[in-house]
């Protein structure tokens, strides 16, 4: 199996910055993708930020520009760096993974970090 571990979550007052990590531990696995989600109270966990094994990104319109995932080459450990925070923002960010323990394909779930934006 895989685990994830997040942190660097925290308070920030708006306009600051965070950068959230998330290490992948286990077994004989191998990351295909990393993808950092969100979720704030009364709402759905949506997507945040994606990145390949090959480094192909893709990230929320609501974020884009502001925020950077990144990661090592076996993309076992991921960043997001979160810049020009705003309130909105506020949510607990969840790292999840798309990757294969010989065969089998599974996506397991960080236990969670979270961020408050103040204002």
């Known amino acids: 199996q895989v685990q994830l571990v997040e942190s660097g979550g925290g308070l920030v007052q708006a306009g600051g910055s965070l950068r959230l990590s998330c290490a992948a531990t286990g077994n004989s696995f191998r990351i295909n993708a990393m993808a950092w989600y969100r979720q704030s109270p009364g709402k759905q966990r949506e997507l945040v930020a994606s990145?390949?094994?090959?480094?192909?990104?893709n990230y929320a319109g609501s974020v884009k520009d502001r925020f950077t995932i990144s990661g090592n080459n076996a993309k076992t450990t991921v960043y997001l760096q979160m810049n020009s925070l705003k309130p909105e923002d506020t949510a607990t960010y969840y790292c999840?993974?798309?990757?294969?323990?010989?065969?089998?394909?599974?996506?397991?779930w960080g236990q969670g970090t979270q961020v408050t934006v103040s204002s």
């Open positions: 990145i390949t094994i090959g480094g192909s990104t």
């Open positions: 999840n993974a798309d990757a294969h323990v010989g065969n089998w394909n599974i996506r397991p």
